[in-house]
């Protein structure tokens, strides 16, 4: 398969056409203009010849009109093959007069009416003249009236010498401005796609492992994909680490149900009592593994679209309630209507659930959920009746693998993994003691206007 043109190639190619077009175009329009200047110099010349010759003639009789051999105006005239020659034709296109300098004699005169000076192109097989024609109205002294075409010829010869050096001096002056610009064309997109470059050798480095994003410095208008490219390869090292942290949370998490199950073996309890114990530590084992690969392939999609969370929280809730029926969690909520989030719909379930499940654990009686909106952020709360949490182990709490007491079920993980997620989405979360309930008090707080 053949590698495609670059940007800049094809920036080239279709400027090169473009040019070319245009070039060729402006050869043809100042080319015609040149023309049409040497062509009205011309009939004017030529005009000023036919005057000159018209000085020259007389009116002797009504069908004679008398012009020199040798008129004594332009000595071109006067010489053979001069390249300008004069002829007189009367009415009946009879000729009356030639000039010396005159080749061509046998001409057809053409249609013009009196006193309207034309200018054509006359082409014979062997040489082009320009064709001056005026008819001249002459009133002998009787009153009649006699027409006499002037015809003066002039040969182009030298017209299409000078056209010929105007063309080629137009066509080389033309191509070296053509040159010239493509190379500063080349020169302007060698700038312009340098940022493109500088990506690509970053992209490189970042590969072979010698850089760890790309730069800042880049033009605004590839800045947005330059910071998606560095999301794109934060992301990724976050999800090769949060594997690599998946095998070490499921091998921290199995050490207890395997604990038990070795020291029931080793005590040698009843088989009953073994058999019980081994169902619940593999039912615990399989929630475990379950849960950490759920977490492994998804994680934090930060890219996702606004959200509305009020009914998954409160499927959230109604899930939660039917766990700790027996214990007697009793769970409110307070949760805006239309209030939308920049949040996968998994990390949610993941963040409340962790954080609920731990409120209904540690609470008495009570859970609150409330969401509220202050200066563009949107807020989760929840709250618990519990002991709360004290300030010295606030920051314990969040890390991974500590539990505020190893008495109460759990593995350690839930709200380390609340923090990743957070942090994932440049969101904070705040531990404090809830005024309503007395107990511990986590908020989420999602930054809507970043």
Not at 222 to 231: A, E, R, V
Not at 304 to 317: E, G, T
Request: charged share 25%; glycine share 6%; hydrophobic share 40%.
């Amino acid at each position: 398969m053949s590698q495609a043109y670059s940007l800049q190639k094809r920036l080239l190619l279709n400027t090169s056409i473009v040019l070319v077009f245009f070039i060729l175009a402006m050869s043809a329009v100042l080319l015609k203009s040149y023309e049409s200047g040497i062509r009205q110099a011309t009939f004017e010349r030529l005009t000023a010849q036919f005057y000159g010759l018209l000085s020259a003639a007389e009116l002797e009789e009504k069908d004679f009109l008398f012009i020199p051999e040798e008129p004594q105006i332009d000595q071109r005239f006067n010489q053979y093959a001069s390249g300008l020659s004069a002829l007189v034709f009367d009415e009946t296109e009879t000729l009356v007069w030639s000039s010396v300098s005159s080749e061509e004699t046998n001409l057809k005169v053409p249609l013009t009416l009196p006193g309207e000076p034309k200018l054509y192109d006359l082409s014979l097989p062997d040489k082009e003249y320009f064709q001056f024609h005026f008819v001249t109205e002459w009133e002998s002294e009787e009153g009649e009236i006699a027409l006499y075409h002037f015809i003066v010829l002039e040969n182009k010869r030298a017209y299409k010498q000078v056209v010929s050096a105007y063309r080629n001096k137009l066509l080389i002056w033309l191509g070296v401005l053509a040159l010239s610009l493509l190379f500063v064309l080349f020169l302007v997109l060698r700038w312009t796609f340098k940022p493109m470059r500088k990506i690509t050798h970053e992209l490189s480095q970042v590969k072979k492992g010698i850089a760890t994003k790309l730069g800042d410095n880049y033009p605004k208008e590839i800045q947005g994909l330059t910071d998606s490219i560095n999301l794109f390869i934060n992301n990724e090292r976050e999800q090769s680490k949060r594997y690599k942290e998946t095998l070490a949370n499921l091998a921290h998490s199995l050490k207890t149900p395997l604990a038990v199950m070795q020291s029931a073996l080793q005590n040698k309890v009843g088989n009953l009592e073994l058999s019980k114990i081994s169902k619940e530590q593999l039912e615990r084992m399989n929630q475990i593994v379950g849960y950490q690969l759920q977490r492994a392939t998804s994680g934090p999609k930060v890219m996702a679209a606004p959200f509305q969370i009020a009914p998954a929280i409160n499927k959230l809730i109604a899930g939660l309630a039917k766990v700790y029926a027996d214990k007697g969690i009793a769970i409110d909520s307070a949760i805006e209507k239309n209030l939308a989030i920049n949040i996968n719909e998994g990390d949610l379930y993941e963040i409340c659930g962790n954080l609920t499940d731990n409120a209904c654990k540690w609470a008495k009686s009570r859970v609150f959920i409330s969401t509220r909106q202050s200066d563009n952020n949107a807020i989760i709360s929840i709250e618990d009746d519990g002991p709360g949490i004290p300030k010295q182990v606030q920051e314990a709490v969040l890390s991974r693998g500590k539990r505020l007491d190893e008495t109460v079920e759990g593995q350690g993980i839930g709200m380390s993994v609340v923090k990743e997620i957070m942090e994932a989405y440049n969101a904070e979360i705040q531990i404090e003691k809830s005024a309503k309930l007395g107990g511990a008090q986590i908020n989420l707080i999602f930054y809507t206007t970043k």
